[in-house]
């Protein structure tokens, strides 16, 4: 069965790059979640899209943003990369809201 | 607003053993609630999911939890411990329109 796909599995920036995040999610799906999970952390929930709209906004610095595409695909951008952005970053896709989601394998993000 | 409580962070078992995680909710109404398991450097996968047909609910790998609304509680059990079980563990409710809250997570050692 499809699950969701995101790439790059791992991406090294330097401090103040540019990062682009992509995820796929599963068929149909037509929520995306993104996550932020810092070394032995939870994951933090940083924004969802619906139909292409976002539809919530949790921790997401005003560096980064993200918007759904037409085949609801959704990338992440990350500007001014700092140390404390490394994390793995996982997508993950749902069918309508309070669903479960299924999550991709997540990007591995070191800045040095 | 939904939030889950996970009141253990690290539970350590021998294999063999019984294993209780435990979460508690909070909600003003039934919400639904997830466990996903995440093994060391791998995605979120969905353990098992309450979405108010049966308080009780089986899931992969042999585990089940039981929704109890008197006590707010969804822990997860399984019966008898394997050391693949060994992971990380959120307990998760939807919150909001589109947002999946995760506990701070418990993790699980399995001792030989």
């Known amino acids: 069965a499809a699950g969701v796909i995101q790439s790059p599995r791992h991406l090294i920036k330097e401090k103040r790059e540019t990062a682009t995040l992509k995820c796929y999610p599963i068929?149909?799906?037509?929520?995306v979640y993104w996550y932020q999970q810092g070394p032995g952390q939870d994951p933090q929930f940083l924004i969802s899209f619906y139909e292409k709209m976002q539809s919530d906004k949790g921790s997401i610095p005003d560096r980064f943003s993200a918007q759904q595409f037409s085949d609801y695909h959704s990338e992440l951008n990350m500007s001014s990369l700092e140390l404390g952005d490394s994390a793995l970053y996982f997508c993950?896709?749902?069918?309508?809201?309070?669903?479960?989601?299924?999550f991709g394998q997540g990007t591995r993000l070191t800045v040095v | 607003a939904q939030s889950v409580t996970q009141l253990d962070s690290h539970v350590s078992v021998s294999e063999g053993t019984p294993v209780l995680l435990r979460c508690n909710y909070s909600?003003?109404?039934?919400?639904?609630l997830f466990w996903y398991v995440q093994h060391p450097n791998k995605g979120l996968q969905l353990l098992l999911k309450?979405?108010?047909?049966?308080?009780l609910v089986k899931g992969i790998n042999g585990f089940e939890a039981e929704f109890k609304k008197s006590e707010t509680s969804f822990h997860l059990t399984k019966p008898s411990a394997h050391m693949s079980d060994a992971a990380e563990y959120f307990c998760v409710v939807p919150s909001r329109v589109n947002d999946m809250r995760f506990g701070a997570g418990t993790r699980l050692t399995v001792k030989p």
């Open positions: 909600s003003s109404y039934s919400p639904s």
């Open positions: 309450y979405t108010s047909a049966a308080t």
């Open positions: 993950a896709s749902s069918s309508q809201g309070y669903t479960e989601a299924f």
């Open positions: 068929p149909r799906h037509d929520t």
